[in-house]
């Protein structure tokens, strides 16, 4: 095991895509010195468990703050997996034939018609397919199928490919990658941030960007010149885990071609022959087995997209958990309070999807100070404040 610096530029804590996306974006604007901090292997968490699906437009009902930023984020993927292929050699397989969104019932037709309506009035790219013209491009779906929608700029990456990419390309330039240690503690002198207290002992910055996924709101500070209470926690705090479970089935010739939507379950095609089927959205704390109910209701769900998936071999299954804020928004940027600290927290259903503009926009943050108007909806402040002055 490498040894651990005693003093870095700046600390990143988590090591899944958002960390290793901000570690990667502070390299390119030629931060020398950081240090991501991991407690177990790198993607361990949810962004190894994601299905890798970019889809802004799939499940959007208007474009807001939101929406505006994954669009963003999407639209920075072809660069993103050219520029990592260069770098690496790791092809993150981002897909271009796009997303069918599948109308199964009255219900469906009705939520369908509306995304349709509002995305072609507002020029998004998106087509409303008849059952026939649905199934002539996917011929495995259900014959029960009323309509579709195709987003053909919606896609995929594998997300596992996109970990290993990222972390060779953070050492090929240079950013230290520590796993297997974990962070106890953020430490502050007089409202600023002086360091990490660590598995593997201090190390000192001031400079600390938290992207601990769903167990950011875990993490503790401890103020040297005693403002705080011992053991306080650090402000933005709701960050909750929101189990999802996934089945993976082995579709040798492939079946599908797209990403496939109903408004109850997803299936993703992988090239090497695996298919994905998600998810669930479970609110049961730390818990990431997989459970019987959770399978059923998966399966269920994936053989009403298309019945064939019942006579494949289930290969695996597996769960993550999602961190989710109170109001299911990210957190990104500066907390004004304390001098040093930034959050790149509560990507949700979508951390995958956001990891390019999460990186430019924390780089910009931790570099230039800059924190752009478009992201107030997304700024540390808007949960309960903590004054530490
Ligand atoms: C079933 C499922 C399907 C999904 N599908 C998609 C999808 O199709 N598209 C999409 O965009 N998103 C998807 N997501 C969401 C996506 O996976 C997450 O939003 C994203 O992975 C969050 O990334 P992260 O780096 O913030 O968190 P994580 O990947 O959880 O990484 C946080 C890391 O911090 C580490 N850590 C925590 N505490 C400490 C500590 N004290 N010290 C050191 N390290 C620590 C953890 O070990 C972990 O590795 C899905 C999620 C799930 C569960």
Redesign the pocket.
Known sequence: MDKLPRTTEVAI???????LAVARALALRGVRDVLV????RL?????G??????APQAEADSADEFFHLCRGSRDLYPVFAAELLEETGIDIQLETTGTLYLGLNEEDVKELDLRYDWQSKAGLSVERLSSESARKLEPSISESVLMALRFPLDTQVENRRLIEALAASNQNRGVHLATD???NSVTLARGRISGLETSRGFVATERIVI?????SSL?TASDESGVLPPDSALPALGIEPVR???LCFDSNPAIFSHVVYSPRAYVVPRRDGRLLA??TTEHVGFDKQVTAEGVGSIHAAAMEISPGIGSLALKESWA????RTPDGLPVLGAYAEIEGLFYA?G????????APITGELIADAVVDGATPGSLNAFAPERFAPVCVR
């Open positions: 804590i988590g090591g899944g895509v958002i960390g901090i991991e407690r177990d993607g361990a968490e949810s962004s468990a994601a299905a890798g699906m970019l240690t974990s962070v992207a601990a996924g769903a167990w993490l999802g479970q996934m998600g998810s993550g958990l999602r961190p927290i990507h949700y259903r979508n951390g995958i999807l956001l």
